[in-house]
């Protein structure tokens, strides 16, 4: 039972016209409060306002409060609890969220319990940013014929999520076609302090928040401390539930200098990007420090904060400072609410003034960078942290095609090295691609559209390069999708959106479109002339992800650039090009134009956004955004607390984690005579386990639907119908790009063993269940990193695997598996599948004691080897989900108290 906060005491309070505010003082607390870190300040507050010692224990706030630059991962881990003040969901992820929301009240009312209490009781803001894809570019029609289908494609999803709406307490969803979930977030949906209600008047604390996209640690660009986490873990919180997590070390990244007026923030953060991954930062704070902060827009702190799951970290975090204020006031916040916000954070100690050293706190680590050393850049071709100066760009990919396969390599033979292949197109003329010809070129949302400097900066060059007398090859597949209409706003009042549409950069979307998979399809003699003669062709895109087949299968090699180079690259029409030496292009008079000419500087820029991105764009925006499109407005969602499952509906289905569930807890069982589905290496991304993306002809997942009569341009996505097990269990390892090291080609396949047949995953997956053996999967290195993705844990636990043994896992994934019931176990450093000689072959038995603990070794038999793994159960709070069949088995049973 909760009981009184022994913090109480520690409650002060203000007037702000005629109204008292409360807060906790925090700077009453302890003297080191002062140099502790700023991120740390708002874990702290979190524990001390909801201290009940019940959810939150005095132990929680002393050993925040204990933090020390001497703490170290994997020493003396320090386990707290921490309630953020709210959730925010995506539809690919907040689908399935809902779907377990409604499958839970259903269990709830099965074990004899209240449905009704499957409630969110923690705010929670559901995007709907996902679900549109590129089918149309190069048109003044294509946003139109785009928003149709994906209206026409997800109707059932849609009429589901506005069900949830009404349904459930405490939840915001916002229509199709309003833009990308972090840049809402970012302006309109951040309070970054809360006004909450009390008793007797209100109370102040910070903004805080957990979502589940890897991407919300956007928000850390404007001071609001949140991060990534799985569907699952996120449903936890928004019942009530805390955050069980390791105390982490906070990585004090100083920021010197000023950028050269030629770069810009993609430039800046690619350098980043790179700089923390070789650092090594994965689990652990970065806050950014130092004089060179002030030198950057919310807009570029933003920027930097959403590629923080590329570097690694929890969260890349920018204290609040006088410039995210001014922010508040360019995005149509009321002044009387940053008034209150300004007096609260002046009152606790949270508001940063960079320039003053004398409020440095102390860092586990402390990095720097001159901003004055950052050059051009791009990131490829095939993981966001390997970045390469423009300079170098022509001699690497060059590289990369012979370097043998990997993540700089194709092992490309080289006698086709000069390989080209020609193609007729719509417009009766003949062209020819190569090796590095680029043939996706997206200015996407989230990463850069939030940022008006390079959007106006891409927009600028386009003028630039439309006035030179340059174009774009017409079989390049351009598209602009805006992060928010704000963006639209201020491209058409600046005047260059006409520029960029006749260079074919129309507006298509507002959503996750060409980044998460969404790019739509290439031209069917595209295609073939890229299978027929292997070639390695290109996309170029302002995202935050390139991971292999995620862009587009037929982009072997994907490069991420800020909007102004992914315009250069297109002009260009290849990657390996050396814009110092050589024409961007040759104008309508047969001119060589160089880049160097057309290309805007920072300072003409900064006039342009002075001048046209204003509150009232903001105010225009955001005043109608929940009213949603016509056909939102449209669709007739059923009434009721619980849904009306169809039999019939391919997108929305009651999944069967719940099933045969009892009230008590079940036993717990070793694993034996288990046998190994995959046998993957290093760096095996969510992209790699549960695909967004086109649902391929001949899959599994194609052969269920084909079953219920869908044609395939019906399929539509992996991420649309993440509604729908029985297409995500067949969707599960079902990337091209997969490397299992069981067969010798990549794919979706593997062997079942004994009898060496070769066959597709699912398939293989669901013959072994008739023979009664369960599954495990051995990995390598970094297990998991990219999206955070649910499905990529649910997805396995359906195929029948019990347990995961790696050499290390990426955090939320851990989280994820735990989440399912299924058993992270991690090889002894310096050990892993090869040196233990592991083949997979074998036949794996796993002792699971009853008396499981937290990081205890657990005995690994395969066959005739024994040897030791790490129990990556982190916490008690793990154990206690693992035993009760996952984290949402466990919220089915507390209700029924």
């Not at 309003?178 to 209600?197: C, M, P, T, W």
């Not at 009230?663 to 290093?682: A, E, H, T, V």
Request: hydrophobic residues 35%.
């Amino acid at each position: 039972m909760s009981g009184k906060n022994p913090y109480g005491h520690f409650k002060k309070q203000f007037n702000h016209g005629g109204i008292t505010y409360k807060y906790f003082d925090l700077c009453s607390l302890d003297s080191k409060y002062e140099k502790t870190p700023y991120c740390i300040r708002v874990l702290l507050e979190s524990a001390v306002r909801n201290c009940d010692n019940f959810h939150i224990l005095e132990k929680d706030v002393q050993n925040i409060l204990e933090w020390s630059p001497n703490l170290k991962q994997g020493q003396n881990d320090i386990e707290v609890s921490f309630k953020p003040a709210r959730v925010i969901l995506q539809d690919f992820t907040g689908v399935p969220a809902v779907v377990d929301f409604a499958a839970m009240r259903d269990a709830v009312r099965e074990l004899g319990g209240d449905p009704q209490k499957i409630n969110p009781i923690c705010p929670a803001d559901l995007v709907i940013d996902h679900s549109i894809q590129v089918d149309f570019s190069r048109s003044d029609d294509a946003l139109v014929k785009n928003q149709n289908l994906e209206f026409e494609r997800n109707k059932e999803r849609f009429t589901f999520l506005k069900w949830g709406a009404k349904a459930f307490n405490n939840m915001l969803i916002v229509p199709p076609g309003s833009g990308i979930v972090h840049q809402v977030n970012l302006e309109y949906l951040a309070r970054v302090v809360f006004e909450g209600d009390e008793n007797d008047g209100k109370i102040l604390y910070p903004d805080s928040v957990v979502g589940t996209d890897s991407h919300t640690t956007m928000i850390n660009g404007l001071g609001v401390v949140g991060w990534g986490v799985g569907g699952i873990e996120a449903e936890a919180v928004m019942l009530g539930q805390s955050i069980s997590m390791l105390l982490p070390e906070v990585i004090g990244y100083k920021l010197i200098g000023k950028l050269s007026p030629l770069v810009t923030s993609t430039d800046l953060v690619l350098t980043i990007t790179k700089h923390l991954r070789q650092l090594g930062v994965v689990g652990k704070f970065v806050e950014f420090f130092g004089p060179g902060v002030a030198e950057l827009s919310i807009a570029d702190r933003a920027t930097i904060s959403n590629m923080c799951p590329e570097y690694g970290a929890t969260v890349g975090y920018f204290p609040i400072d006088v410039n995210s204020l001014a922010y508040l006031r360019q995005t149509n916040r009321k002044e009387e609410k940053i008034e209150i916000i300004k007096k609260y954070l002046e009152l606790t100690k949270q508001l940063r003034n960079y320039e003053n050293e004398a409020e440095d706190p102390e860092y586990s680590e402390v990095v720097v960078l001159d901003l004055s050393t950052v050059v051009t850049s791009v990131s490829g071709p095939k993981r966001p942290h390997d970045r390469v100066s423009v300079v170098d760009m022509k001699d690497d990919f060059r590289s990369c095609l012979t370097n043998k396969i990997g993540f700089k390599g194709f092992a490309l033979k080289p006698d086709v090295l000069n390989a080209t292949a020609s193609f007729q197109w719509d417009d009766g003329k003949t062209y020819s691609i190569t090796h590095g010809s680029v043939v996706i070129a997206a200015i996407t949302s989230c990463t850069n559209t939030s940022n008006p400097s390079v959007m106006l900066g891409a927009g600028m060059l386009a003028k630039n390069a439309v006035e030179r007398g340059l174009s774009i090859l017409p079989y390049i597949k351009t598209s602009l999708s805006p992060g928010s209409g704000v963006v639209t706003y201020y491209l058409k009042e600046s005047g260059v959106i006409p520029y960029l549409e006749k260079l074919g950069f129309n507006i298509v979307g507002y959503g996750c479109m060409t980044c998460i998979g969404n790019s739509g399809p290439l031209e069917e003699n595209i295609v073939n002339t890229i299978e027929k003669n292997g070639l390695v062709c290109c996309s170029v895109l302002s995202g935050n992800r390139n991971f292999e087949g995620r862009v587009h299968p037929n982009t072997r090699a994907n490069y991420l650039a800020s909007p102004l180079l992914v315009i250069a690259y297109a002009l260009a029409g290849r990657t390996d090009i050396d814009f110092e030496k050589e024409p961007v292009g040759i104008n309508n008079k047969g001119e060589k134009v160089f880049l160097h000419e057309i290309w805007p500087t920072r300072s003409e820029i900064q006039e342009v956004e002075n001048n046209y991105v204003i509150p009232a764009m903001f105010q225009e925006v955001y005043g109608k955004i929940q009213l949603g499109s016509p056909d939102w407005q449209n669709l007739q969602a059923p009434e009721g607390m619980l849904y009306p499952w169809s039999e019939e509906s391919t997108y929305i289905k009651k999944p069967p984690f719940f099933d045969n569930m009892s009230r008590q807890l079940p036993p717990i069982n070793s694993i034996n005579k288990s046998r190994c589905l995959l046998f993957l290496g290093d760096s095996v991304t969510t992209d790699h386990i549960s695909p967004a993306g086109s649902i391929a002809r001949n899959s599994p997942a194609a052969r269920y639907l084909g079953e219920r009569g869908l044609s395939p341009r019906d399929f539509n996505s992996y991420g649309s119908r993440r509604g729908n097990d029985a297409i995500m269990a067949r969707g599960t390892f079902a990337n091209i790009r997969l490397v299992n090291k069981f067969l010798e080609k990549p794919g979706p396949r593997t062997l079942h063993f004994p009898s060496q047949d070769e066959m597709d995953i699912y398939d293989c997956a669901a013959r072994y269940k008739e023979e009664n053996v369960s599954l495990i999967a051995v990995v390598g290195k970094d297990y998991g990193s990219g999206s955070s993705r649910d499905w990529a844990a649910k997805g396995p636990f359906l195929l029948g695997i019990k347990a995961i043994i790696a050499e290390s896992y990426e955090r939320i994934h851990r989280s994820n598996l735990v989440g399912m019931g299924i058993i992270p176990l991690q090889f002894l450093p310096n050990e892993n599948a090869e040196s233990l000689g592991l083949t997979g072959r074998e036949e794996y038995n796993i002792n699971i004691p009853d008396s499981i603990k937290p990081g205890q070794k657990i005995q690994v038999q395969a066959d005739d080897k024994t040897f030791e793994t790490i129990l990556r159960f982190d916490t008690e709070v793990d154990v206690t989900y693992f035993r009760n069949g996952g984290i949402l088995n466990y919220m089915i049973r507390k209700m029924l108290d």
